[in-house]
């Protein structure tokens, strides 16, 4: 059973950096893409940053320059790079994996920003 695990989430000062990573267990085959997600309080869930299969990457224009999606395919691995955090930033981030069978979550990562 394919399980993604998020880590790198924390408390982090309005500027500073954090690095999320979404490790998979298992093999997912027919990837769309895989995505980071993040769902504020009282807010609707929604795409930060995607990477697509072929390697082309998407980002939410509120995010555009400061964050950074990346994989590595070796450690089945998912990196969100976050600079120039602002506290709008502050939400449950989530890891998403689209394939063509199914879609996979992980369980979330709090990330806070404080002014």
């Known amino acids: 059973q394919v399980q993604l695990v998020e880590s790198g989430g924390g408390l982090v000062q309005a500027g500073g950096s954090l690095r999320l990573s979404c490790a998979a267990s298992?093999?997912?085959?027919?990837?769309?893409?895989t995505g980071w997600y993040r769902q504020a309080l009282g807010k609707q869930r929604e795409l930060v940053a995607r990477?697509?299969?072929?390697?082309?990457?998407d980002y939410t224009d509120s995010v555009k320059g400061r964050f950074t999606i990346s994989r590595d395919n070796y450690k089945n691995t998912v990196y969100l790079q976050m600079n120039s955090l602002k506290p709008e930033d502050t939400a449950v981030y989530y890891c998403n994996v689209n394939s063509a069978y199914t879609t996979f979550w992980g369980q979330g990562t709090q990330v806070t920003v404080s002014s």
């Open positions: 298992g093999t997912i085959y027919r990837i769309n893409f």
């Open positions: 990477i697509l299969s072929g390697g082309s990457t």
